[in-house]
């Protein structure tokens, strides 16, 4: 088994139109954004970007792709399975600004009161530096999705993974995990 093989990468989820939309909102309703915290609730030193609850008016079209990913995934791994009830957590705008050295460090996504069985992560844009996915405790594994395409990889323990700092502009992407 190789762990990279779980790691999937789906371009194209969303239009470039609705990801500059859902951008060009962030930027203009930043006002919203709280400093994201862990998963345990608590502000440190390992998450630097910012959240909010996506608009509802983009439900829809997030819906659709995670849809897409969550069929292309079990076509690559016909083990996956979310039982009979798939749902997801909801949709999280991030956002990660470079003069705030914003980063994201070493993490998994399991928490204890939520199942997470997978994490989708759909970049919306890509007008800046740094910002790549790393996973592995060596960080011996680089994403680099392209705006509108999506990273999907097992939420448990054995995907640590991490977003290096942004060294030049604006990342932002939007978040859900399969429950």
Known sequence: MILEDYILEVENVIPDEI???ICDNGIT????????LI???????TRNCLVKTIDSKYNSVIHTAVGTVL???ANVHPLFNTGLT???SGYDHLIYKSQDKAEYKIHIDSVDFAFRVLSISITINDE???GDFVFFEDSSYKV???KGSAVAFPSNFCFPHLITPITKGIRQAVITWIL
Do not use: L
Not at 29 to 36: G, P, Y
Not at 39 to 45: K, L, N, T
């Open 19 to 21: 990801c500059d939309s």
């Open 29 to 36: 309703d930043n006002k919203s954004f709280s400093r994201a």
């Open 39 to 45: 998963h345990d609730g608590i502000e440190d030193e």
């Open 71 to 73: 069929k292309n995934y």
């Open 86 to 88: 798939v749902q997801d």
């Open 128 to 130: 800046y530096e740094g």
């Open 144 to 146: 680099k999705t392209k």
